[in-house]
């Protein structure tokens, strides 16, 4: 099982980032999926989660309404489209089989800064 994230970067608050994940080793159709974050010596926050289909999501509060995960089955693959962005917003993101993110891959690095 892979799940590769990337999109990360530095961008400027108010600004705009899409992450993406490519899934592998699994039938990705068949799964829930969920993005979740980490600030260093922090533990690890649930943020979105979207049904096999795509049809459901939902969200944490810190998030609502600013971010927005789909998918695409045919291409196994998650996003997250990220906007007005803060700097609270700074962490490792992580795409996850599951809403605790115990099931994760390695992240990429979001920066808000100016």
């Known amino acids: 099982v892979q799940l590769q994230a990337s999109g990360g970067g530095l961008v400027q608050p108010g600004g705009s980032l899409k992450l993406s994940c490519a899934a592998s080793g699994f039938i990705f159709s068949n799964q829930w999926m969920y993005w979740a974050r980490q600030v260093p010596g922090k533990g690890v926050e649930w943020i979105a989660s979207v049904s096999n289909s795509g049809y459901y999501t939902d969200y944490s509060y810190s998030v609502k309404g600013r971010f927005t995960i789909s998918r695409d089955n045919a291409k196994n693959t998650l996003f997250l489209q990220m906007n007005s962005l803060k700097p609270e917003d700074t962490a490792r993101y992580y795409c996850?089989?599951?809403?605790?993110?115990?099931?994760r891959g390695q992240g990429t690095l979001v920066t808000v800064s100016s």
């Open positions: 996850a089989r599951d809403k605790a993110a115990t099931m």
